[in-house]
Nanobody
């Protein structure tokens, strides 16, 4: 089954950078579009960024565009999200998601990694 394990989160000050990683297994990662979503305390899921299987199509939500960069290494079955210029509003649990993922259910997303900007 799909297994996604995020890492790289932490408690940082505004302006600092972080790189999140997501180790994938249980499916053909190289054939799968992937995305990062996030959930701030008390709020719903927010889409942050998406990438197709060959890294040809990269898309970003308005709130992260110009600051975050998504990438992947298909040889390592790993998805990344580079977070630059972090703001307090970026505080959230960040999840790696295998597309398609209806309702962002736990069967197609990882357990998350917490990013706190304060």
């Amino acid at each position: 089954q799909v297994q996604l394990v995020e890492s790289g989160g932490g408690l940082v000050q505004p302006g600092v950078s972080l790189r999140l990683s997501c180790a994938a297994s249980g499916f053909n990662f190289g054939d799968s579009s992937m995305r990062w979503i996030r959930q701030a305390p008390g709020k719903g899921f927010e889409w942050a960024s998406s990438i197709d299987s060959y890294s040809r199509s990269l898309n970003y939500g308005n709130s992260v565009k110009g600051r975050f960069t998504i990438s992947r290494d298909n040889a390592k079955n790993t998805l990344y999200l580079q977070l630059n210029g972090l703001k307090t509003g970026d505080t959230a649990m960040y999840y790696c998601v295998k597309d398609p993922c209806v309702g962002y259910g736990s069967h197609c997303r990882g357990q998350g990694t917490q990013v706190t900007v304060s």
